[in-house]
């Protein structure tokens, strides 16, 4: 499960077209593609009508991977921005409802997610996830890796590691977790999401599980840090029809929502130590 929204456009490839390497694990779909971009990163893709479906928006990732994560163990102990750098991603009329939602009366559902950092070509690097179309508030949206909070889970860190293995295949052993984020609240799906900054050290093959994902979304550190991508966008969304929303603009995709929320706070974070 993931959370948040993205209005994204798909780069669409003949599967016959790229060098692809396939293999089944149960639900998941590995589907290697080494040189469709360039890059020799072998970045994983859901297959689709014979497609190789991938959202891309990495054109550029200038930030050394080394000194990111040199950068990942100052922001450790810094106090957190919180609902500051939420609320600057979200429209008045969201912010009423984060400022009442939890104290509604309604018991929120737990929730964790993982923002998971990696190197590709040495550079700082952010994975992001879409979701299948369901029958549901987060059908098609974009968010982290993570989802509910389960009864053998042993805390909500736990959570949000064995929901980024089961839904892009990063065994939580490879993930070094730098830190918890401050948690938010999602009025239309009632959970309380606890997301935590991860870092792996070495660009991972991603596997997809395909009955939640459909596919993935690479964007870069120096995006996510740019001013020139923070804008504004009419939407509709669960709550308001063509209303003005805060977004992150990502290599031609407009991500906002609570992903925009959280990606904002990691962006203040580290403006304390850049």
């Known amino acids: 499960m993931a959370f948040s929204s993205v209005s994204s456009n798909f780069f669409s490839f003949d599967a016959n077209a790229v060098e692809s390497k396939e293999s089944d694990t149960g639900n998941a779909t590995s589907v290697g593609l080494w040189d469709a971009f360039g890059s020799g990163f072998p970045l994983q893709a859901a297959r689709k009508n014979n497609s190789i479906i991938v959202l891309r928006a990495t054109r550029y990732c200038n930030m050394d991977f080394e000194r990111f994560s040199e950068l990942a163990v100052k922001i450790k102990n810094l106090p957190l921005p919180g609902t500051a750098s939420h609320y600057k991603m979200a429209p008045e009329l969201r912010i009423r409802e984060l400022k ?101 050290f070495k660009a991972p093959p991603f596997v997809i599980q395909e009955t939640e994902i459909e596919s993935l979304l690479e964007t870069s550190f120096e995006e996510v840090m740019d001013e020139a991508n923070l804008v504004s966008r009419e939407l509709t969304t669960s709550y308001a029809r063509n209303i003005e929303v805060p977004a992150f603009y990502l290599g031609g995709h407009y991500v906002w929502g609570a992903t925009g929320m959280v990606l904002n706070e990691i962006r203040d974070l580290f403006k304390q130590v850049l």
């Open 100 to 200: 009442t939602g939890i104290g509604s009366g309604l018991i929120p559902k737990k929730a964790g997610v993982m923002a998971l950092f990696y190197p590709r070509k040495g550079e700082a690097c952010l994975l992001l996830i879409q979701r299948k179309t369901y029958d549901g508030v987060h059908s098609g949206q974009i968010g982290f890796p993570g989802g509910g909070a389960e009864l053998s889970d042993r805390d909500i860190l736990a959570t949000a590691l064995r929901e980024t293995h089961e839904e892009v295949g990063i065994v939580p052993d490879r993930i070094e977790v730098v830190r918890s984020m401050s948690s938010l609240y999602i009025p239309p799906s009632n959970y309380e999401v606890q997301p935590f900054i991860g870092l792996t």
